[in-house]
């Protein structure tokens, strides 16, 4: 895909005062090198900097422009490639500027690694330079490398100013700060230094050989110029502003952006604009005070939102010290870890992979869990790595959750499955009739923020159900719950392994949510085995809904419901839901194990006058027949409009 190049990187006029850097409280070793210390605080001696292991590194602005780049581009090196890999990485930055005009810093984010800085706000770190991701290319063809986005998953980057400078790369790196990712990434509370004319942001990498394909992905709370879009198939972007945005492609939605895109035309182009988001909570961010303090910012949730929350000082919210934390590293028992939540401890879980034969458990109100570096939970002999209690204002953030080679029933249960009811191996729908309702609980739901599903990958996996929400008033905001497409298990019967993929790694059903007043910004679900997410709770709303169907069903008849329905739907919405709305939702369907399987329908939901769905759509990509968009309706997409969405603007 060509795209047109935009003016060099021009010299820069402003620059911000210099912070005061914050005390000498720095960085856990790392394995490669320690982290240096910044200068002296003020006020009273500094308390002593907190453990959080061997993979988080802290940077100071008294570092060497050099020091700092050689540590980042070493990381790089070892992640950049590491799909499935373990290693997970935090680097964070004290208060103050890095990088100057004369020397950049140029940071490059592979897989597992989160960027974050340290300041209360966004404009209390600015990196003068680039953070950014590239394609890979996958061929050692040459002719035809195969460089895209697609799988340029699991890295996050928050919390800071980026004033882009391009000063030493060539002449098209220089035109943006490229961000070319896919699922399970985010960019939350970035600020993008950007006057007219200078570089934009973009979320594709135009620089390299094609196809440049990506499929991301997510941005809340932040503040940008002008955007690429580009190639991405599918964004959301929430609470933030844009001076522009260059284009769509299938399903770009905006929720209380100031900047936004109309979307008065749609599909053409497909865009999808919220005025006002309806249920926001920040993610909670690390950071230090002037004196040096560690905390936790907990943002407040809100309703009928629009713009940044740090326009105007600190994101609103409560400061929770890091003291009131159990810091917890890989190998840690669970014991231990459950002991530390009942006395009343928060829970961050620093960079690694934990493997957990129990469940943890969060059983009290307002209880913060938050992962640091994509910190990730495996299960081990069919555990259910994390179940959270129906607890007002529990909060679950930065944390991937692994199936393993056992079929756990769920990877995380949110409240309580009704009793015999539910969505299940029954197969019956809950009956809410009875359930109380707390309503003044909604301006305080349990949350999750960031919280990625595997079932398989890096290894053999299985459940029945990934993410189970059996509480009301809880957000999901960005979720990524995926049945692994490729992988390095081993698998060689059918395309690609397919064949014996679906008989070994089960993952029946992606998401059930039988809570009522359950609010997704940014649902992405993927290749699972009977319906990807059935929702059966009353007056749920999703902002953003991507799906793309299993690659791997080896027969029609593996891929039939008990009633003779050809494929099952995507997007299920339960017979007794009497209110529910969808804003911009795509199924997707690469049928690559066998190209000649047929699903009737993308979504399914019952025809009743409360039950909305804007801005739908199927689309063929190469492989197998989505017959309808939703109950019957809309166009057939197959190989014969490859590439070509069917949409339906508005159902019913």
């Not at 994509?374 to 209690?389: C, E, I, N, W, Y």
């Not at 025809?607 to 309808?628: C, D, E, F, K, Y």
Request: a negative charge; hydrophobic letters at 35%.
């Amino acid at each position: 895909m060509d795209h047109p190049r935009t003016p060099a990187t021009r010299s820069r006029r402003r620059r911000r005062a210099t912070l005061l850097a914050v005390a000498a409280l720095t960085a856990a070793a790392t394995t490669l090198a320690p982290a240096a210390t910044a200068g002296p605080p003020r006020g009273p001696a500094a308390p002593t900097a907190p453990d959080l292991g061997p993979n988080v590194v802290v940077f100071d602005p008294s570092m060497p422009v050099a020091d700092i780049q050689a540590r980042v581009d070493q990381i790089h090196a070892q992640q950049v490639d590491a799909e499935m890999g373990t290693a997970r990485y935090s680097l964070l930055f004290l208060p103050g500027e890095y990088g100057t005009t004369e020397q950049p810093l140029q940071m490059k984010v592979g897989y597992y690694t989160e960027v974050a800085g340290l300041g209360a706000s966004p404009t209390d770190v600015t990196v003068h330079g680039k953070i950014e991701t590239y394609n890979r290319c996958l061929s050692p063809d040459p002719e035809n490398p195969n460089c895209i986005a697609l799988v340029n998953f699991w890295r996050t980057l928050s919390n800071l100013t980026i004033d882009i400078n391009g000063t030493g790369q060539d002449d098209c790196r220089r035109t943006a700060n490229f961000w070319a990712v896919s699922q399970a990434v985010s960019l939350r509370r970035v600020n993008v230094l950007a006057d007219e004319g200078d570089p934009g942001f973009s979320l594709m990498d135009y620089c390299t050989a094609g196809p440049q394909f990506a499929s991301g992905g997510f941005i809340a709370d932040s503040r940008f110029g002008d955007v690429t879009n580009g190639s991405q198939q599918q964004w959301l972007t929430r609470n933030s502003e844009v001076r522009s945005w260059s284009n769509a492609v299938w399903n770009q939605v905006f929720a209380g952006v100031e900047g936004a895109p109309d979307d008065a035309t749609f599909p053409d182009p497909p865009y999808t604009t919220l005025d006002q988001n309806p249920l926001s909570r920040e993610k909670p961010y690390l950071y230090v005070d002037e004196r040096g303090r560690w905390h936790v910012r907990v943002p407040e949730a809100r309703e009928g939102t629009r713009g940044i929350t740090w326009a105007d000082g600190m994101t609103p919210g409560r400061s929770v010290p890091l003291r009131d934390f159990h810091v917890a590293k890989p190998g840690d028992k669970v014991q231990t870890i459950n002991s530390q939540l009942a006395r009343g401890k928060h829970l961050l879980l620093t960079p690694g992979v934990y493997d957990v034969a129990r469940s943890i458990e969060v059983k009290r109100a307002g209880t913060v869990v938050l992962g640091m570096g994509h910190a990730t939970l495996t299960s081990v002999d069919g555990a259910v790595p994390l179940r959270v209690a129906d607890v007002r204002g529990a909060i679950i953030a930065g944390v991937t959750i692994d199936a393993g080679p056992q079929e756990s029933p769920v990877l995380l249960q949110v409240g309580k499955a009704p009793r015999g009811g539910g969505h299940g191996p029954s197969g019956q729908e809950a009956d809410h009739r009875g359930r109380g309702h707390d309503k003044g609980r909604g301006l305080d739901p349990i949350t999750l923020s960031d919280v990625y599903f595997r079932v398989g990958g890096p290894h053999r996996g299985s459940t029945d159900v990934a993410l189970r929400i059996d509480a009301d008033d809880v957000l999901v905001d960005h979720t990524w719950v995926w049945r692994a497409d490729h992988g390095v298990e081993g698998f060689t019967e059918g395309v690609n392994g397919d064949t014996e993929r679906w008989r070994t790694n089960i993952g029946r059903t992606g998401v059930v949510v039988t809570g009522d007043d359950v609010t997704a910004t940014g649902l992405f679900v993927e290749h699972f085995q009977r319906h990807n997410t059935v929702w059966e709770g009353e007056r749920g709303r999703v902002v953003l809904y991507q799906n793309e169907l299993p690659y791997d069903p080896p027969t029609q008849a593996d891929w039939t419901e008990p009633d003779g329905t050809l494929g099952w739907a995507g997007y299920k919405v339960g017979d007794k839901v009497r209110e529910h709305q969808l804003w911009g939702g795509g199924v997707y369907v690469f049928n690559q194990n066998n190209p000649s399987i047929i699903t009737e329908n993308g979504f399914e939901v019952p025809q009743r006058p409360g039950v909305r769905l804007t801005h739908v759509m199927t689309v063929n990509l190469s492989a197998g027949t989505i017959r309808h968009v939703v109950n019957g309706v809309g166009g057939q997409v197959d190989n014969s409009n490859t590439g070509t969405p069917s949409f339906i603007t508005q159902y019913p």
